[in-house]
């Protein structure tokens, strides 16, 4: 069975720094696409940012593109490094998993963490 298992959440003023991970067990890691999802209350779940395992490419989501930075490791971990976090960036953070070349929508991926909570303070 799959696991993804976010840590790393927490809280946070506004400017600073938060870095969440993710912990897959995937046997196949490096075939999946990773990425990270995000909700706020009373809003739609929306993309944040993902990481190919074939190449390495990265998305981002415009909303952070120049402050957050997906990256993966070979043992079975993607993070999310998220600099100069503003209190919009507030919400349940989630990982998630799909094979690659599957696309980069929600509806995309397979496999979903619990999510960690951020909360940026003003």
């Known amino acids: 069975q799959v696991q993804l298992v976010e840590s790393g959440g927490g809280s946070v003023q506004t400017g600073g720094s938060l870095m969440l991970s993710c912990a897959a067990s995937l046997v196949t890691f490096n075939k999946y696409t990773m990425g990270w999802f995000r909700q706020a209350p009373g809003k739609e779940r929306e993309f944040v940012a993902a990481?190919?395992?074939?190449?390495?490419?990265t998305n981002y989501a415009d909303s952070v593109k120049g402050r957050f930075t997906i990256s993966r490791h070979n043992a079975n971990t993607v993070y999310l490094q998220m600099n100069s976090l503003k209190p919009e960036d507030t919400a349940v953070y989630y990982c998630?998993?799909?094979?690659?070349?599957?696309?980069?929508?929600?509806?995309?991926?397979?496999?979903w963490g619990q999510g960690t909570q951020v909360t940026v303070s003003s």
């Open positions: 998630a998993a799909n094979w690659d070349g599957s696309g980069w929508t929600s509806a995309a991926f397979t496999y």
């Open positions: 990481i190919r395992g074939s190449g390495g490419t």
